[in-house]
């Protein structure tokens, strides 16, 4: 089964596109915005923008270059390579996370004499494919109807409605974040025709298996010509105009994930012909007790279940695609090591913050690190070159080995393998270099615009998915400037 994640995001005020970028044959010229942005001098359209960099041996950790290197930038995406390396760390790279079916009844004649409980164990990656699986393994038992209840249960994580409060309603990158979650927590908005009628909306979720319609997700049809054509109307609730001339599709976050796994598997469940009935939250997965461990799997048994694909692979995919979703959930199941309690993002972040700043680092120190998820996503993040160099570091091979490069779509030069993050008015890269000597160098990168960055949140609407023009131009001049600066530590080491 493999279901591509989404990227993590579209254009917005708060996380803006990945620009693509033709491949410049003008090396000469990126060389020299390279040289320039290292000396502080960058070209023109760059006016307020700051770069910091740390050029640097991965073993041994000397510095062979650095710029700036204890100002604090917003790492972005960038925030996602200590998530791995401490997931990586405190879990195992052979690490599985299980969902399961369950029963509080005894299975006599085909009935299950209690309730079906669908239990996540933090899987990531679960999509439709696994919850087929699941109803297999379940049909196996000889299981025809069920007398009970039909409940869903985050597990062992909690069950959160967002990542960041700062981002749009509408962007599909700040999904509901629990333990249990399908399909990336997205749902997609098409449109479709009605005789003698304006279009009619529907959501639908989407694997590679099928797309079906997501019954707990649902959309109301406003008049089109408003500013705004998606508008929440609560939550997994929205208000959508015709598109009109936009697109006729769009991906919307969903804000209750463990309600949406288990309408899906309701829908899957019916075409199989097992009726179940609504699925409803299992009481002990209330929101006041999303910080309990246990979930309900206590007492309950075990009627089938489904491993996910071993946490290295998992760690890839994420780094490759930079999907928030995985960030989030791989970053909380790590910190349930550590405390299991904790039921914030925020908390959970600080809890693997601290394991892996243990060491004392030289220079600068540690002073002003911030991770305010597991992500990246958002302004409350900040790291200092340094600082990122150190948490890079300290991942070891076992994160190195991960990181995506060209032969995985991403636009880097040859040799070069890294985790990027962008904002807008945000950019920055880290990771492992091959210079033209056959050295192996880590570096990391960051380059803002720290005052036009402060002016899009001081005047953000959550109402806007697209990012400002001016914003978009910026990202082509930082992304010539990063490519001047890897295509020249690449030709002199």
């Given at each position: 089964m493999?279901?591509?994640p989404?990227f993590d995001?579209?254009?917005?005020?708060?996380?803006?596109?990945?620009?693509?970028?033709?491949r410049?044959?003008?090396?000469?010229l990126?060389a020299?915005?390279?040289?320039?942005?290292?000396a502080?001098?960058?070209?023109?359209?760059?006016?307020g923008?700051?770069?910091?960099?740390?050029l640097?041996?991965?073993?041994?950790g000397?510095i062979?270059?650095?710029?700036a290197?204890d100002r604090?930038?917003?790492?972005?995406?960038v925030?996602?390579?200590?998530?791995?390396a401490a997931?990586?760390?405190?879990?195992g790279?052979?690490?599985?996370?299980?969902?399961s079916?369950l029963?509080?009844?005894?299975l006599?004649?085909g009935?299950?004499?209690?309730d079906?409980?669908?239990?996540?164990?933090?899987?990531?990656?679960?999509a439709?494919?696994?919850?087929?699986s699941?109803?297999d393994a379940?049909?196996?038992?000889?299981l025809?109807?069920?007398?009970?209840?039909?409940?869903?249960?985050?597990?062992?994580?909690?069950e959160?409605?967002?990542?960041?409060?700062g981002?749009?309603?509408?962007a599909?990158?700040?999904?509901?974040?629990?333990g249990?979650?399908?399909n990336?927590?997205?749902?997609?908005?098409?449109?479709?025709?009605?005789a003698?009628?304006?279009?009619r909306p529907e959501?639908?979720s989407?694997?590679?298996a099928?797309?079906l319609p997501l019954d707990?997700v649902?959309?109301?049809?406003?008049p089109?010509?408003?500013?705004?054509p998606?508008l929440?109307?609560?939550v997994?609730?929205?208000?959508a105009?015709?598109?009109?001339g936009e697109?006729?599709?769009?991906?919307?976050?969903v804000?209750?994930p463990?309600l949406?796994a288990?309408?899906?598997l309701?829908?899957?469940a019916?075409?199989?012909?097992?009726p179940?009935?609504?699925p409803?939250?299992?009481?002990q997965?209330?929101?006041?007790?999303a910080?309990q461990?246990g979930?309900?799997a206590d007492?309950?048994?075990v009627?089938?279940?489904l491993?996910?694909?071993?946490?290295?692979?998992l760690?890839?995919r994420?780094?490759?695609?930079?999907?928030n979703l995985?960030?989030e959930?791989?970053?909380?199941?790590?910190?349930?090591?550590l405390?299991?309690?904790?039921?914030?993002?925020e908390?959970?972040?600080?809890?693997l913050?601290?394991m892996l700043?243990?060491?004392p680092l030289?220079?600068?120190?540690?002073?002003?690190?911030?991770?305010?998820?597991?992500?990246g996503?958002?302004?409350?993040s900040r790291?200092t070159?340094?600082?990122?160099a150190?948490l890079?570091?300290?991942?070891?091979?076992?994160l190195?080995e991960?990181?995506?490069g060209?032969?995985?779509?991403?636009?880097l030069?040859p040799?070069?393998?890294?985790?990027?993050?962008t904002?807008?008015?945000?950019?920055?890269?880290?990771?492992?270099?091959?210079a033209?000597?056959g050295?192996?160098l880590?570096f990391?990168?960051?380059?803002?615009d720290?005052?036009?960055r402060?002016?899009?949140?001081?005047a953000?609407?959550?109402?806007?998915t697209?990012?400002p023009?001016?914003?978009?131009?910026w990202?082509l001049?930082?992304?010539?400037?990063?490519a001047?600066?890897l295509?020249?530590?690449v030709s002199?080491?």
């Amino acid at each position: 089964m493999t279901v591509t994640p989404p990227f993590d995001a579209p254009p917005s005020r708060s996380f803006g596109r990945r620009p693509f970028l033709c491949r410049l044959s003008a090396l000469g010229l990126l060389a020299a915005f390279g040289r320039t942005a290292a000396a502080g001098d960058l070209p023109s359209g760059l006016e307020g923008t700051e770069v910091g960099h740390v050029l640097f041996d991965p073993e041994g950790g000397g510095i062979l270059e650095q710029g700036a290197a204890d100002r604090p930038f917003i790492p972005a995406s960038v925030a996602k390579l200590p998530t791995v390396a401490a997931a990586l760390a405190l879990l195992g790279p052979d690490h599985r996370f299980t969902t399961s079916l369950l029963g509080t009844g005894p299975l006599r004649d085909g009935v299950l004499e209690g309730d079906l409980i669908l239990q996540g164990g933090g899987d990531p990656s679960l999509a439709t494919e696994g919850l087929q699986s699941l109803l297999d393994a379940l049909r196996a038992t000889g299981l025809r109807q069920v007398a009970g209840r039909f409940l869903h249960a985050s597990g062992p994580l909690p069950e959160l409605p967002e990542i960041d409060s700062g981002q749009p309603w509408a962007a599909p990158y700040n999904t509901g974040v629990g333990g249990l979650s399908v399909n990336y927590n997205r749902a997609l908005l098409v449109w479709r025709p009605a005789a003698g009628g304006p279009p009619r909306p529907e959501l639908l979720s989407v694997a590679d298996a099928a797309r079906l319609p997501l019954d707990s997700v649902a959309v109301r049809p406003v008049p089109a010509g408003g500013p705004f054509p998606v508008l929440p109307d609560g939550v997994d609730r929205w208000l959508a105009a015709p598109p009109g001339g936009e697109a006729a599709a769009r991906w919307l976050p969903v804000a209750r994930p463990g309600l949406a796994a288990a309408s899906l598997l309701r829908r899957l469940a019916a075409a199989g012909g097992l009726p179940l009935p609504t699925p409803q939250m299992a009481p002990q997965m209330a929101p006041q007790m999303a910080s309990q461990a246990g979930g309900v799997a206590d007492g309950a048994a075990v009627l089938a279940t489904l491993d996910s694909p071993p946490l290295a692979e998992l760690a890839r995919r994420l780094l490759r695609h930079s999907n928030n979703l995985s960030a989030e959930v791989i970053g909380l199941a790590a910190a349930r090591r550590l405390d299991g309690t904790v039921a914030t993002l925020e908390r959970s972040a600080a809890l693997l913050q601290g394991m892996l700043t243990r060491k004392p680092l030289e220079g600068g120190g540690w002073a002003g690190l911030r991770l305010a998820n597991h992500s990246g996503l958002g302004t409350g993040s900040r790291a200092t070159p340094r600082q990122m160099a150190a948490l890079l570091r300290a991942g070891g091979p076992a994160l190195w080995e991960l990181l995506p490069g060209e032969e995985d779509g991403k636009a880097l030069p040859p040799g070069v393998h890294a985790k990027s993050g962008t904002l807008a008015y945000v950019k920055g890269l880290a990771g492992l270099l091959t210079a033209a000597s056959g050295r192996r160098l880590g570096f990391v990168l960051f380059i803002a615009d720290a005052g036009r960055r402060a002016a899009l949140d001081a005047a953000l609407d959550r109402r806007v998915t697209t990012a400002p023009p001016e914003a978009q131009g910026w990202a082509l001049r930082a992304r010539a400037v990063q490519a001047g600066m890897l295509d020249r530590w690449v030709s002199t080491y």
